[in-house]
Structures are given as structure tokens and as C-alpha cells.
């Protein structure tokens, strides 16, 4: 089955440690997304890459990068993760989001603890 | 203003029986897609079903359908013959038309189906 996959699904880090994070996805799909979500809020994006186009949101800190090597794979890198930074993090992807019925298919998640 | 607005932060609805789960947009655009999400516990994202702002009729998958009232701008999405695998966070999204990548999300309503 086509799908997105996230790994690791728990990642348990050290203030200050950086860590990376991976999506992959068989869905063949141009746009990768990264968000991010705490506890009872709605996701909050990141970034996207369509194809090798890097769009960063305006509020996204400086801490937090994202590289995409190829189609399939994305990464989430944080360089200095604090507390405040502990959350799931969600890769979704979607075919066209130029067009409005473009449907986001997300992974499974990896929920990061920062000690 | 919010894009979307889910005012029930949390519903009970007894296994077996049919639940509504409120969800209103705000938009200037002709052109939009509204989407549901299932999240539980585990944390993924689940893609429940998709209207589109020309359809005519209500979208349904399974037992999931989606009330979609144009002139009230509300899309609410109607879970029937409630199951305990139900019990989920539900997350209402907007895609507007010439936007591109931005998916708005509400602040997703707490569903507890009850044995």
C-alpha cells in the first residue's frame, strides 16, 4: 500500500542535542510537508518543499531545518532542541496544492521528548 | 477571524448511535475544499472524506458523510452507527482555491463513543 512513514514513531532527546527526524512516503506525491503539534492544538506547519523548492513559514525559529535529498525522502533536523520543542512532529504530502481538492496524506508521527 | 471554527471542544455519543460534529468556515473564495481528519490517541492523522465547494452533494465514505450547508458555511461531518474505535480527536481543514499550500485546520473536537 502507498503510504507515508515516519520514523523513528518516539524520539527522546537532550536540551541542546541536535536530532533528525525522517519521513518517507511511496505515494510519489510533489509536496512534503512538516508539522509541528502539541498537546490538544491543531497541527501547526513547519515548512513544505515542492519538488526541491524549500518554503519556510515566517514563524518557523531558525532552529529548526529541513532537507529533502530526492522524491521520497524528507528530513526534519533540530539543532538545538529546548523544552518548548517536545511535540509530535507530523510529515504529511499532497499531489498538487496548487488546487484546492489537493488531500494531505500524513504519517504516522514521531513524538519527541526533550529532556 | 478564525478559517475554521469547531465549537465542540468535546462529545460523548453512545456506541451504536449517530454523533454531528460541528464545523464552520470563513472564506471570500468561490473555490474551496474542506476536509476531516481522525486523529487517535496513537497520534496519525487519518484522512476521513472531502467536499468540494461546486459539489452538489454531500460527500459520504462508509459511515462517515459530511453536511455541507454552502450558505451557512458549515461542514459538519456525521459519524453513524458509532463504533468504540470512534473515540479520536476529529480535525476539520480548508484548502481556498489560488493559495497553494496553506491547510487551515480547527482546533478539533474530542469524540468519546461510550460502550
Known amino acids: 500500500d502507498a503510504m507515508v512513514i515516519q520514523n523513528p514513531r518516539y524520539q527522546v532527546t537532550q536540551f541542546g542535542k541536535p536530532v533528525t527526524l525522517s519521513c518517507s512516503q511511496t505515494?510519489?506525491?510533489?509536496?512534503m510537508y512538516w508539522y509541528q503539534q502539541k498537546s490538544s492544538q491543531a497541527p501547526k506547519l513547519l515548512f513544505h518543499y515542492y519538488d526541491k523548492d524549500f518554503n519556510n513559514e515566517a514563524d518557523t525559529p531558525d532552529n529548526f531545518q529541513s532537507r529533502r535529498p530526492n522524491t521520497s525522502f524528507c528530513f526534519l533536523d533540530i539543532r538545538s532542541p529546548g523544552l518548548g520543542d517536545a511535540a509530535m512532529y507530523l510529515c504529511?504530502?499532497?499531489?498538487?496544492?496548487?488546487?484546492?481538492?489537493?488531500?494531505?496524506?500524513f504519517g504516522p508521527g514521531t513524538r519527541l521528548t526533550v529532556l | 477571524a478564525q478559517k475554521i471554527t469547531q465549537t465542540q471542544p468535546g462529545m460523548f455519543v453512545q456506541e451504536k448511535e449517530a454523533v454531528t460534529l460541528d464545523c464552520t468556515y470563513d472564506t471570500s473564495d468561490q473555490s474551496y475544499g474542506l476536509f476531516w481528519y481522525k486523529q487517535p490517541s496513537s497520534g496519525e492523522m487519518i484522512f476521513l472524506i472531502y467536499q468540494g465547494s461546486y459539489d452538489e452533494q454531500n460527500a459520504t465514505e462508509g459511515r462517515y458523510s459530511l453536511n455541507f450547508q454552502k450558505a451557512r458555511k458549515s461542514a459538519n461531518l456525521v459519524i453513524s452507527a458509532s463504533q468504540l474505535g470512534d473515540s479520536a480527536m476529529y480535525f476539520c481543514?480548508?484548502?481556498?482555491?489560488?493559495?497553494?499550500?496553506?491547510?487551515?485546520f480547527g482546533t478539533g473536537t474530542s469524540l468519546t463513543v461510550i460502550p
Open positions: 504529511a504530502t499532497s499531489r498538487d496544492p496548487g488546487h484546492y481538492t489537493d488531500t494531505q496524506y
Open positions: 481543514a480548508m484548502r481556498e482555491g489560488g493559495t497553494g499550500n496553506q491547510f487551515y
Open positions: 505515494l510519489n506525491h510533489n509536496v
